[in-house]
């Protein structure tokens, strides 16, 4: 599963994250409304899921380990964590 | 053609069709926005697909359309019959282009110069500030080129002025601002948008936001697309476009002038690119003595770096890249030339400094300006899946019934007796037959096309002939769906053309006349189309001044279209049908539009060529209503042409069973008739002359008797004739006029020398 939920509470988005991810990735972000989405393990996360990101309001966790999502679209996102 | 260039043709021929009814629409009720939206997108559209099938002439005229759209969608221009003229006469050039494209793969050698003209008509009504006429953009300020970006470029520039700056190349060679908003449903068609913006080479900026505010979690739907994905590309334009080729109705690409942007845009000096030239000679002199010293790799490697450093350094990306992978072979195989050659081509690069040309894809002869009312070169056939589906089942059905008539045969040869086999055979072959009415009826169904093709030109032609004659003329058009013989509707349009064009020109009264009379201003002309059993029935109605008989008999008498005396005992009604006449105009003058004498006597010889008629009837101050009563399909008649009595006739082949020579001693008188016994069977012979009232030819004793054996209605008989002349396919047409009621004729047919043929119905004949 390339959207899992993390040892440490957070959603995490792991390698190349696939339009089907929408579905289960909104349920968690519904069912757990303090959870941060992490991005590190994020190869590429499709528009669907990315959009779920955009409209959780949840700043992410990074730094992703994918330079053209760090580059350009982590700067786009809510700001606040480097934690985790 | 490739399959890139195909979908092109079919793409744009649409889109023309879609914007040239928007733009008639647009003008005659006024724009609503989504309508002016309609017509920009597909002009943007057919703009995009333009540069995918690289024709950049078509791009730079229909971007000077989009330009004007753009007004009238700001509303800053209207959307009088000026622009609406210039738009359609833009769609007019992209629509001979796209058949000449069809046919050649490129545009005329003209289309720069052409596409130039019409863009220079377009922007000729934007105001001098907006528009960007060429030659005052050459000295326009930075300032100016900056105020002139669409607002959400400026607010993309704005946002990340600081990135832009960071990572503007040193030279680029175009700037583009990409707007990307995925349709709501594109997450279905296994679109990923982001993906798409992950290609775009040389990305400068980027944005993502939402098109409309987020609804709550609970609320949304995670398949549904909400977003705008903007960037600023410092790419290649081609490759850009090629990306989102696939989405181009989706995505706005706009070229930003390249002093727009902040960054360092100092192009590498004269004396920078003279540095990297004799950097990378010595490079190459060393790569050239490297292959002696015993440090092959350590010298190949340093020539490498230094050499992609400099062409770093001179904003050469893509060659410092060759340069790199030609390094990675030459150490590879231990040998040089491989990078030497790269490098030496980098020389050659660098030393042309002169911007490419833009190469007009040129090829073929010129095309023919198409004029509004030629055809289209659209020979598309389409064809539902359900019925292709029913022919290759039929198709199915007739190899396995041909295989079992093969298995027959088999058995003929082994077992069975005569008898039985042939009633064997006889089934087979029945079956075969069923299948093949059946195919044969199915295939027919294919060739029903709708009338819609044919109506889709006629808003347009109505509103150019009315504006050139300056009446107003509103088109109604109905029954569209109707089906017909892809034949028939094709041949139909040439016809239908004639009549609009006369009831423009001729029905329809100067708006000042419609006034004084106590009608509307703006007149109707309806095209209705109709099935009536297995006739299609089209009639085209205007509400003009109609057609006055006294007129008509003046006319007729001046031109002696008839005898006078014949003139005189004619009826009104008989009197008006001599505007089908050749030679009638009821012009006062001629014009462009119609009246040359000709008109209405075409549109009789083609719809009786194909076996139809055509009615008038008229009320004059009221309106005229002409009437095409058509065959659903074109039936061909297999005849044979014969000679008797010194005329000829053709018998239909389904009637003929066989012609033989006899000689005269085998023909035997029975009771009151001659007759002959052929096989088995005593066959009556009848002299067609005879039959036909014709002075028969002396006969010669002992010449052979040449009979055509004719079976209809379960009857057989011969007809002796003089010759057999020809066997042809030909469109039979009923008798009509005196004739009408003439017994013992299935039809005329014209032969290819003009003269009429009478073919004969056998069954009514046969003694």
């Not at chain 2, 990078?339 to 400094?353: I, P, R, Y």
């Not at chain 2, 298995?407 to 082994?414: F, G, K, L, V």
């Not at chain 2, 030679?583 to 083609?606: H, K, L, P």
Request: charged share 25%; hydrophobic share 45%.
């Amino acid at each position: 599963m390339t959207v899992r939920r993390g040892d440490d509470g957070a959603i995490v988005l792991d390698g190349v994250c696939p339009v089907e991810d929408a579905e289960p990735l909104l349920q968690m972000l519904q069912s757990m409304p303090a959870a941060q989405v992490d991005l590190r393990p994020c190869r590429h996360l499709h528009t669907a899921v990315l959009q779920l990101v955009l409209a959780s309001g949840r700043a992410p966790i990074g730094p992703c380990g994918d330079t053209w999502i760090a580059q350009w679209l982590v700067p786009k996102l809510p700001r606040c964590g480097t934690g985790g | 053609m490739s399959d890139l260039g195909e979908q092109f043709v079919t793409e744009a021929r649409e889109l023309i069709r879609q914007a040239t009814d928007d733009l008639i629409v647009l003008e005659r009720d006024g724009g609503s926005p989504e309508r002016i939206d309609r017509v920009f997108r597909a002009f943007h559209t057919l703009k995009g697909s333009a540069g995918v099938v690289e024709l950049p002439a078509m791009s730079v005229m229909l971007h000077a359309a989009e330009d004007l759209l753009a007004g009238v969608r700001q509303g800053t221009l209207g959307s009088g019959p000026d622009i609406i003229d210039a738009a359609l006469a833009c769609l007019d050039q992209v629509s001979s282009w796209v058949d000449h494209f069809e046919t050649a793969g490129a545009l005329p050698a003209q289309a720069g110069d052409d596409g130039r003209v019409v863009a220079e008509r377009l922007r000729s009504f934007l105001p001098a500030e907006a528009g960007e006429p060429p030659r005052r953009a050459a000295g326009k300020s930075a300032a100016d080129r900056e105020a002139g970006l669409p607002e959400w470029v400026a607010r993309l520039i704005a946002a990340d002025r600081d990135v832009i700056a960071s990572r503007m190349p040193r030279r680029p060679s175009a700037l583009s601002a990409i707007s990307y908003e995925p349709i709501a449903g594109c997450f279905y068609n296994g679109d990923d948008p982001l993906q798409l913006m992950r290609l775009v080479p040389g990305l400068l900026a980027f944005h993502i936001e939402p098109r409309e505010a987020f609804p709550a979690l609970q609320a949304i739907d995670p398949y549904a697309c909400n977003l705008r994905l903007q960037a600023i590309s410092a790419g290649a334009p081609d490759e850009i476009v090629r990306i989102f080729r696939l989405v181009p109705d989706q995505v706005h690409i706009t070229s930003i002038p390249l002093d727009a942007l902040p960054g360092p845009l100092s192009a590498p000096s004269d004396t920078d690119q003279a540095l990297i030239r004799t950097v990378i000679e010595a490079q190459c002199e060393l790569l050239r003595v490297s292959d002696r010293t015993d440090d092959f790799a350590g010298c190949t490697g340093a020539a490498a770096r230094v050499a992609t450093n400099a062409l770093r350094h001179g904003e050469q990306p893509q060659l410092a890249d060759s340069v790199q992978r030609a390094a990675a072979m030459a150490l590879a195989q231990r040998d040089t030339r491989p990078l030497l050659t790269v490098l030496e081509n980098a020389l050659a690069v660098l030393g042309d400094t002169t911007p490419a040309a833009v190469a007009e894809t040129a090829g073929g002869s010129s095309a023919g300006a198409a004029s509004a009312t030629e055809r289209p070169a659209e020979r598309v056939l389409r064809v539902s899946e359900a019925k292709i589906e029913a022919l290759v089942n039929l198709a199915g059905e007739l190899v396995v019934a041909k295989n079992a008539l093969a298995h027959s045969a088999r058995r003929i040869e082994q077992d069975l007796g005569g008898h039985e086999a042939a009633a064997l055979v006889q089934r087979d072959q029945d079956a075969i037959d069923r299948l093949v009415v059946e195919l044969h009826g199915t295939i027919l169904q294919l060739r029903m096309v709708p009338m819609t093709q044919v109506f889709r030109s006629f808003p347009r032609l109505v509103r150019d002939v009315s504006r050139q004659l300056d009446k107003n003329v509103a088109l109604v058009t109905s029954g569209e769906t109707a089906e017909a013989d892809k034949a028939i509707v094709d041949r139909l349009f040439e016809p239908l053309v004639h009549l609009l064009r006369n009831a423009v020109d001729h029905g329809i009264e100067s708006p000042g006349q419609r006034r004084a009379a106590g009608k509307p201003e703006t007149a109707t002309i309806s095209i209705e189309a109709s099935r009536m059993g297995d006739r299609l029935l089209m009639e085209v109605t205007d509400d003009g001044r109609g057609i006055d008989p006294a007129v008509v008999r003046r006319k007729a008498a001046e031109k002696r279209l008839v005898p006078l005396d014949e003139l005189d005992a004619l009826t009104d009604e008989q009197v008006i049908d001599l505007v089908f006449a050749p030679g009638f105009s009821t012009a006062a003058e001629v014009s462009d539009i119609s009246g040359r004498g000709i008109g209405m006597d075409v549109v009789r010889t083609v719809v009786e060529q194909m076996g139809g008629r055509v009615s008038l009837a008229s009320r004059p101050g009221a309106g005229t209503t002409v009437r095409l009563d058509m065959p659903m399909t074109i039936a061909m008649s297999r005849i044979m042409v014969v000679e008797a009595g010194g005329q000829v006739f053709g018998i239909a082949m389904d009637a003929v069973s066989e012609t033989v020579r006899v000689a005269p001693d085998r023909i035997r008188r029975i009771k009151n008739n001659l007759g002959l016994v052929l096989r088995e069977r005593v066959v009556p012979i009848v002299s067609l002359a005879e039959l036909m009232k014709l002075p028969e030819r002396a006969k010669q004793t002992a010449v052979p008797r040449l009979l055509v054996v004719v079976e209809a209605a379960g009857r057989i008989a011969a007809f002796e004739i003089d010759a057999i002349r020809d066997r042809l396919d030909v469109v039979l047409k009923p008798m009509q006029g005196l004739l009408a009621n003439a017994r013992g004729y299935a039809g005329t047919t014209l032969l290819g020398n003009g003269q009429v043929l009478l073919v004969l119905d056998v069954k009514e004949i046969l003694p």
